[in-house]
């Protein structure tokens, strides 16, 4: 049997999400916790918080354009204009900084965690799990792994 993955939606994983993302938290509790950001999804990010994200997991402009399924000449477009992600650019957004903040509770290491993101890992078939997390099926392996290892079963 899979060890809980109650772990993975407490309240510090959404503290981690909101300062990966760079929201004050007044802005974050507006919404509640219990919300899971959908309010704050609905409405779009404003593109700093991918830019946020962008430094976190040290990636260049053209992987967070296609992060995001943008062009580099779209992202830097809105990035100009002050313009807010779309719903689902601020959802993929959302669930790349979920996947880094529980990465982080489990290595405890915000340098580690972003490092293992972007590494093929062997509980996850060589994959990358900052590749995998594009896809929700993917997101939910990585979240799998992330658990087996919180309580550390070898993967």
Known sequence: ??????????????????TILGFGTA???KAGYATRFD?????????KAGDRLKAALNLTDNQLADTLGLSP?????????????SRIESDI?????R?????????????????WMRK???GLGER???????????????EDLLGRMEYGIYS
């Open 99 to 115: 996947i880094l903040a529980i990465a982080i509770e489990v290595f405890e290491d915000e340098k580690r965690a972003a490092e």
């Open 27 to 29: 802005r974050a509790q």
């Open 73 to 85: 000449k779209t992202l830097q477009r809105k990035k100009k204009a002050h313009e807010r992600l």
């Open 120 to 122: 093929p890992q062997f």
């Open 1 to 18: 049997m899979a060890p809980t993955t109650e772990f993975l939606k407490g309240e510090d994983i959404a503290r981690k999400v909101i």
């Open 39 to 47: 309010q704050l999804i609905r409405e779009g990010f404003p593109v």
């Open 128 to 142: 990358i799990p900052f590749e995998m997390i594009q896809t929700e099926a993917g997101t939910r392996e990585v």
């Open 93 to 97: 957004l959302f669930r790349n900084a």
